[in-house]
């Protein structure tokens, strides 16, 4: 089955410092990759997704980059903001059921 | 903004005794999920329902557990005999379709505690 890796576990950046989180994935099937933020006591919440067409997507302070070759993907925040803190999951999917969660990254943005 | 909505918020059982967990999906969505994250590690997929069958399950989902849509609206998750290792937050998800655009979407969780 699908494995995704993503790193780092956690990560602290000064307010308005850039923020990556790197994933790497196994299955080569896989054409869809969302990334979820996810607050205390809350569920994943959608936050931007990238699909195997496309090598670049942006949202306002957000990106992502996938690099099927690698199999690798990562999402950029810029200018981050307190609010920004949350850990975030990347995620692939293969099959059409099922959503293949990373280990998350912990996001502690310093005001 | 429709969203997937989940009952109770935090649910505590004593080991051995059965839990439901409730969700409600977004109205229009076709594709159910359950997942399950264990405090402080990744979520992890457990079982994907469609047309009223189980479609995909994971090795989590034995025979323990059991997924329902009793109704036009809930869908339902049930754990027979608890055990404390489900102790775990358990979330739904709906997808109203298999195409490229269509993205699942969570519910806010259900917080199991087997005591």
């Known amino acids: 089955g699908e494995n995704v890796e993503q790193h780092p576990s956690t990560l602290s950046v000064q307010e308005g410092d850039s923020a990556v989180i790197k994933c790497t994935y196994s299955?080569?099937?896989?054409?869809?990759f969302p990334w979820y933020k996810q607050e205390l006591g809350k569920g994943p919440q959608l936050i931007i997704d990238?699909?195997?067409?496309?090598g670049e997507k942006k949202d306002q302070r957000i990106a992502v980059t996938l690099n099927k070759t690698a199999k690798h993907f990562s999402l950029h925040i810029t200018e981050t903001q307190p609010e920004d803190s949350a850990v975030y999951f990347c995620?692939?999917?293969?099959?059409?059921?099922?959503?293949?969660f990373g280990t998350g990254t912990k996001l502690q943005v310093i005001p | 903004e429709p969203e997937v909505t989940q009952t109770p918020s935090h649910q505590v059982t004593q080991m051995g005794q059965e839990v439901i967990l409730r969700c409600v999906p977004i109205?229009?969505?076709?594709?159910f999920y359950w997942y399950r994250q264990i405090l402080g590690q990744k979520v992890e997929f457990l079982v994907s329902?469609?047309?009223?069958?189980?479609?995909?399950k994971s090795e989590i989902f034995d025979d323990q557990f059991s997924v329902e849509r009793p109704d036009g609206s809930n869908f339902t998750l049930k754990i027979r005999s608890t055990k404390l290792e489900d102790s775990a937050m358990y979330f739904c998800?709906?997808?109203?379709?298999?195409?490229?655009?269509?993205?699942?979407?969570f519910g806010p969780g259900t917080r199991l505690t087997v005591l």
């Open positions: 998800a709906s997808r109203r379709g298999l195409s490229s655009t269509d993205t699942q979407y």
């Open positions: 299955d080569s099937a896989s054409n869809y």
């Open positions: 990238i699909r195997s067409n496309v």
């Open positions: 995620a692939a999917m293969t099959s059409y059921q099922k959503v293949t």
């Open positions: 109205s229009n969505h076709l594709y």
């Open positions: 329902f469609y047309n009223n069958e189980i479609s995909e």
